[in-house]
């Protein structure tokens, strides 16, 4: 009787304790940052990943100033497709979810804000400058419509929605949570897991119930790959790789053969030229750089009295302000970077061109051009023909004077192995 009570017992919790429940879990990752390309195919793959390891849901930590559109609707497709509960979550405190960011709180399954958070301002801003006015209008309505449509299907504050997109107002985590923006105000992941635990969601393929008491919890951080081309993607050090792409092939082309700073060059424009693909580049500013380099090289070649260096100067100092032309401060070269950065490269091209023009101008010291100039003396008369020695070595030599045995020479010219030569003054 006991054993048959037992494994009724074992049989219907069965269920509870199955391989698929075991084996399930919480995967939570953190982003921060401007809304990127990076940012948007680390959470895109991070759906994906918890979809194939079929996860009781994904967090993302978020905290953001906002970034680029298009990243932003590339995140929100994903989140509103996967199959696996999103939930966004804005922390630590002190965090924001500002402008692109409020787009990706609000298409979550669940919103959750940590205390000290904030929320809000999503006025769309032309990265590449100043919009238009029919230009910017359209910017707001198409935004306005998008951010209302996901609240909607949230089933969150649309008009607040709308509000933080035309009026850029922006609310604190209690505020938010009472006007229905964020459905949660949790201090941790911890208490933020348990509140949720039983909760209905809406998902793809209908109402999903969100499991995570007693399911494991795994952190997910960024690869290698994606730090590196995140911090690539910051204007300051794209601006930098840029100028020392300029400096290695500038140097490599200057001294043939030394290879390492040819390579180096290469490799970081084309780190600089993907980086430029996410930011607003003004061309009229890169112009302006590469006018500044032609100035300090034409600086040792043409006579200017310092001229030209400072055309250069004033030439690199404006380009790279213009250089990236964005009203978003995250999109924009710190001033603490481009005068550092402008005084360096001058000092940099001016000092590498007058080597290499000093060593071309520097007279030979090996070969038959080595000979010219240095002193000898005559072992036979010289006149049409004759021997002389020179550099511990005999040479036939010539001369358009007589000169007579014994007497002190200067070589003038080499030609044919043989010596022009005259009396040493």
């Known amino acids: ?13 069965v269920p509870v304790f199955s391989a698929e429940n075991l084996n399930a879990e919480i995967l939570v990752i953190n982003v921060e940052g401007v809304v990127n390309p990076v940012m948007s195919e680390f959470i895109t793959k991070s759906i994906d990943e918890a979809e194939m390891e079929k996860a009781n849901v994904l967090v993302i930590e978020l905290d953001t100033p906002g970034g680029l559109d298009t990243s932003m609707r590339s995140i929100v497709k994903k989140i509103i497709a ?29 919103a959750a804000m940590a205390p000290g958070t904030n929320i809000g301002a999503a006025h769309p801003v032309g990265v590449g400058g100043k919009m238009d006015k029919t230009m910017a209008e359209k910017a707001v309505n198409d935004a306005s419509a998008y951010i209302k449509s996901l609240a909607e299907k949230r089933g969150r504050n649309a008009e607040w929605a709308e509000k933080a997109v035309r009026e850029s107002v922006s609310v604190t985590e209690q505020e938010a949570l009472k006007l229905n923006v964020i459905d949660i105000v949790a201090p941790d992941i911890k208490s933020l897991l348990e509140t949720i635990d039983q909760r209905e969601v809406q998902g793809p393929a209908g109402k999903q119930i969100i499991q995570t008491k007693g399911v494991k919890i795994r952190y997910k951080e960024m690869g290698l790959r994606h730090k590196v081309l995140d911090i690539i993607s910051d204007p300051n050090i794209a601006y930098l790789l840029m100028l020392l792409g300029f400096y290695g092939l500038f140097f490599e ?20 030229l993907y980086s430029f693909q996410t930011l607003p580049v003004n061309y009229a500013g890169l112009l302006l750089i590469i006018l500044a380099i032609v100035l300090f090289i034409l600086e040792i070649k043409v006579t200017s009295y310092g001229m030209l260096t400072i055309a250069g100067l004033v030439s690199m100092t404006i380009g790279s302000i213009m250089l990236f032309d964005s009203p978003l401060p995250f999109f ?11 005084m360096i490269t001058t000092l940099f091209f001016s000092l590498t061109v007058y080597l290499a023009v000093k060593a071309y101008k520097r007279k030979p010291v090996t070969g038959a051009e080595g000979l010219i100039g240095l002193a000898g003396e005559t072992r036979t008369d010289v006149h049409h023909k004759g021997q002389v020695f020179v550099n511990g070595e005999l040479w036939q030599a010539w001369s358009d004077e007589p000169v007579k045995t014994g007497e002190k020479i200067i070589v003038e010219k080499v030609e044919n192995l043989k010596l022009k030569v005259r009396k040493a003054t």
């Open 1 to 13: 009787m006991i054993k048959n009570i037992l494994l009724l017992l074992f049989f219907l919790f």
């Open 82 to 110: 996967s199959e696996v509960p999103v939930v966004v979550y804005v922390s630590p405190s002190g965090a924001r979810a500002a402008s692109a960011g409020v787009f990706i709180t609000i298409a979550a399954h669940v």
């Open 253 to 272: 082309l200057t001294n043939p053969g030394v290879i390492l700073p040819g390579v180096l060059g290469a490799f970081s424009l084309i780190l600089a």
């Open 332 to 342: 924009q070269l710190s001033l603490k970077v481009i005068l550092p950065a402008v």
